[in-house]
């Protein structure tokens, strides 16, 4: 499936590869995607509800100035990264190989990253969790790890301690 103009895939949705071309934005809010592949300036933005969805896709690849953006849903195999392209990854069941070629980069927002090197794999085993305090695994190549920004975020009851404290402590200077 080629999509040249904005589109969506869906549940019930099927397709073995998806291209997404031109300046086109393709939206997964559910279905099954073997690969998908982005070009030019295109955007491909896999959303779900939490971790787990009914949006799955085994292979994403960017290239060009493209991106993908993963909020949810389950990716089981490959991302892929090249020339220019970014990737943003928030959330959903993410469990696979991550390369990152040239110029191109990668965001992870997540807390609690844990990266182990295996020097004789040449591979970084980076875990985490989302926001929601799903847990994520990554296989990093030694590029793709140098090329990710990793992006601390507290955890939510860490937030809801902060907000209690800064609460208390206005009170204690107003009362």
Known sequence: MDFYADGVIQEGDIYGVVNVWD??????????VWEVHTHGLSTFTVLGTG?????????????GASSISITGGATYYYLSFSDSAVGVVTGGFVNCQVSVYDDASLNVYGHGFDAIWDARQRRYYVSGFWADGAPFHLEMTHDAYL???????????????LLLGSVLMRRGRCG
């Open 147 to 161: 090329r990710t920004v990793f992006h601390e975020i507290p955890e939510p009851t860490t937030l809801g301690l």
């Open 51 to 63: 971790s787990t969805t009914a949006s799955h896709t085994t292979w994403l690849a960017a290239y």
């Open 23 to 32: 300046n086109a934005n393709v939206v997964m809010t559910g279905g099954d």
